[in-house]
């Protein structure tokens, strides 16, 4: 058996870097503050966002402003590294993998939950065995899980039943946080509003459609370059703030530190202003519209197809995204085994027209729904609207709230949904599984209801090698497959653009999207 430290694959050789310089010049400077600085601690960092916590059970939930949310108060056994790109030890101080790669066995460190007491091997066996049941939204991630385990007092062991090459990266993901057996036995509904777990920070108070106040976990196991332990800041405020012009007046008034998601036609504003910096950081995201399969007229594969002939694509980028967005070809964001010779759609109407009358519509109007406040989203639908009714197809632009349109994205009651995705971890596996899992429990292929037994039996043959060379060539056929079948309607591969006060240290994008708010602190 082979004891890890630390885990780079393979096949995150060659990886992007998480914060590019792109048009703007962008300098790698902020986010190497704290190796090159005194520290500061202390203080409250203000951060404005587009999107709210849902919720703080990690089992449950699959929204990002739930996740960015989660990352900052649990950890799980293995966390992802300062880029995104690779793994580093977590809650588990090491782990040893058989020379099967059958069993992996953890040991766990030393550490304490945010109300002081320790992490045990009973609560990681609870939080895995609660990720594991069938109503947890990544409950599929655990599929290929035979036994979970308790060793003794310091190791957990995990048996599966076939090879699983990405799960050490599962084991990395939000929702295998370690959460307190008791708390989350006791009442699981007010752990989700005020949780009881292990990471650099934890929640204070939770006002749902305002903000949610983080404050520093006493007793977090990690420590900062000072020798101390992380977090910096004594205490964040998580605000929510869906307009986007309130979140960019508010930065530049300086209501705010920190602003999440800047709007792309506002970004060169910003990057001038000298008392603000901007970051572009490439991340694995997508653009693009959800489509529900199991609603008419979206159950037919052609009018899928049509929504995607008659999308123009070029139009949005340049209205919408300013360039920064690149036209995309596959379901997911571009990964580590994304394909270039997967052809895109293209605009062509008259294709889109063939399409639309040989599936012989009936007139159903296409419902698209999008987060009220949202400029872009409402740009995007319009742009949408004009090419779809040009293909003859009827649509319906509707809003609502983010938190309302998320919820009917869960239950299935909308038709079509302008938002994006973005990968949990840096194996394209798990959002390929995420997005065509067929079962009718968890997500149900991210509440598209797509199912194709092909993909299915694909990602199994995936998961048996470690070799990108094995491996590389399954996830191109995948791609074909899911884009061909017109899973949703792919916009753009876009980078997330945020911004923040130069008094602001340490600040850095993750690849999977969120930030370590333990790096980061505040030079006032």
């Known amino acids: 058996m082979k004891a890890l430290k630390e885990v780079r694959r393979e096949h995150w050789i060659g990886a992007r870097t998480s914060l590019l310089a792109l048009a703007f010049g962008a300098s790698l400077v902020a986010t190497l503050d704290c190796a090159t600085a005194e520290v500061k601690r202390g203080g409250t960092l203000v951060l404005a966002r587009p999107e709210e916590p849902l919720s703080f059970n990690p089992f449950t939930q699959g929204d990002n402003g739930s996740i960015y949310a989660l990352e900052q108060v649990c950890d799980s056994l293995v966390e992802a590294d300062a880029s995104g790109t690779g793994l580093r030890p977590g809650l588990a101080e090491s782990w040893e993998v058989s020379g099967d790669g059958l069993s992996y066995t953890f040991k766990l460190r030393d ?33 290929p899980v035979a036994s979970i385990e308790k060793v003794d007092d310091t190791h957990v062991k995990m048996t599966m039943k076939e090879p699983y090459s990405p799960f050490l990266s599962v084991a990395s993901i939000f929702a295998s946080a370690i959460v ?60 929510y703030v869906p307009d986007t012009n309130a979140r960019v007046l508010g930065l530049q008034n300086g209501d705010y530190d920190v602003l999440a998601i800047v709007p792309y036609n506002q970004a060169q504003a910003i990057k001038d202003s000298p008392k603000l910096s901007l970051e572009v950081a490439d991340i694995y995201r997508l653009d693009y519209v959800y489509l529900n399969h199991a609603q008419k007229p979206l159950d037919d594969k052609r009018i899928r197809l049509a929504l995607n002939y008659a999308a123009n694509l070029e139009a949005i980028n340049k ?10 070809n596959s379901i997911n964001p571009k990964m580590n085994f994304w394909s ?4 895109t759609f293209g605009y062509d109407i008259a294709k889109a027209k063939a399409l639309v009358q040989e599936a012989g519509y009936d007139g159903t109007p296409i ?19 004009q090419g779809w009714q040009e293909a003859g197809l009827k649509v319906d632009i509707d809003e609502l709230d983010s938190g309302t349109a998320w919820n009917s994205v869960v239950d299935g009651t909308y038709m079509a949904y302008v938002s994006y995705i973005t990968s949990d971890l840096n194996d394209d596996d798990e959002l390929l599984a995420l997005q065509t899992d067929p079962l009718d429990d968890g997500t149900q292929g991210f509440f598209s209801r797509y199912k194709n037994p092909a993909v299915t039996d694909l990602l199994t043959q995936s998961r048996a090698s470690t070799d990108p060379a094995v491996r590389g060539p399954i996830f191109k056929k995948i791609q074909e497959v899911t884009f061909g079948d017109g899973y949703s ?26 930030w370590w708010l333990e790096n980061v602190w505040v030079d006032k």
């Not at 992490?119 to 990720?131: G, P, Q, R």
């Not at 920070?201 to 459609?209: L, P, T």
């Not at 209205?319 to 995309?328: D, H, K, L, N, Q």
Request: proline share 7%; glycine share 6%; hydrophobic share 40%.
């Open 319 to 328: 209205a919408v995204f300013y360039g920064f967005g690149t036209i995309p």
């Open 367 to 385: 419902k698209l729904r999008i987060d009220t406040g949202n400029a872009p989203a409402k740009q995007i639908a319009t742009i949408l609207q």
């Open 489 to 514: 309607v792919a916009l753009a591969y876009t980078p997330s653009i945020n911004a923040y006060q130069n008094y602001v240290k340490g600040w850095r994008t993750l690849t999977t999207g969120w």
């Open 180 to 239: 307190k057996k008791a708390a989350f036995e006791a009442n699981a509904d007010a752990f989700a509003s005020k949780p009881v777990c292990a990471g650099p920070f934890m929640v204070e108070s939770y006002e749902r459609g305002t903000k949610v106040v983080l404050v520093r976990n006493p007793y977090y196991w990690d420590k900062g370059e000072d020798g101390q332990p992380l977090p910096y800041l004594d205490k964040v405020e998580l605000l």
């Open 111 to 143: 550490a304490k939950f945010s109300d002081g007491s320790p992490v045990t091997v009973d609560d990681v066996v609870y939080s895995w065995n609660k990720l594991a049941d069938p109503a947890a939204a990544y409950q599929f991630l655990l599929k």
């Open 340 to 343: 270039a010779d997967v052809p």
